[in-house]
């Protein structure tokens, strides 16, 4: 295998899109760290990733926790010597509900986990990214970071937040050579519905967590001098006006 053609850390990786990035990514010759809460699942991941030739550290860690989030990057520079690439994929559904409805932990927990987790990565990986004039940040969110649907009130103005930060963010950073893409996927055949207690309608067309994978090696392979600022996908056969 063509070992070596950078590291990349995704945090949010022990199931669903993450768990697949990490696996394909490693299988094209990618060095691979990735995070979760659930170590088992991650130490799973890493011996199969390891056992087909691939190189992999599974870090625990609560990225909601900002020391947490700070460890994964930090560990990963300490075992890889550098980080190219850090994908944000830590998500979670919160359940389907009037905004009224929510309680208080919800909202917190909602936006803890889609933007806190975010904010606290990017944070930590900058400098580091700065100091090798180099680097690509792709931030996960959703078609709800686009569109806002009733019932989805804290996920939609998450999600909105998250993208909303990116451009902010690649403005002040892209001087350093920092790429920083937002990748905003409808539907997705993973535990996030189920997670979240969200039912989907009975005739979801769903994407598959290896488009998901498959979009963030469009996203890093792109030759250096192409930024892609955005890309959103859908199962071509969900329906949903995209504007
Ligand atoms: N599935 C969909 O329909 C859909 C659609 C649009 C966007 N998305 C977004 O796609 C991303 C991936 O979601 P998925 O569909 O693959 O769902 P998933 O299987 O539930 O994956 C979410 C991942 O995030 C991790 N995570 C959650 N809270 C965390 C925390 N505090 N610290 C560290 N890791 C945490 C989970 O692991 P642990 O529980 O082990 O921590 C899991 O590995 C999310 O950002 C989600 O919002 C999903």
Redesign the pocket.
Known sequence: MNKDKGVIAI????????REMARYLASLGYRVSF????EK?LKEIEREITKSGGEAFAIR????LYDEAKGFIEKTVERFGRIDVLVN????GIRFADFENYTKEEIERGVS??LM?VLYACKVVIPYMKKQKSGHIIN?S??LGKLSRSGFAIYSASKQAVEGFSRALLNEVRKHGIKVSILA????Q????E?AGVELPSDTRFLK?MDLAKAVQVLIETPPHVDIWNLDMISSEQVIDPF
């Open positions: 945090a949010g990786a022990s199931s669903g899109t993450g995070s979760a809460r659930r699942l860690a609560d990225m909601a994929n830590v998500g979670a986990v889609n987790t996960v959703s078609i996927p409808a539907a997705i993973t535990e996030w519905a997670k967590p």
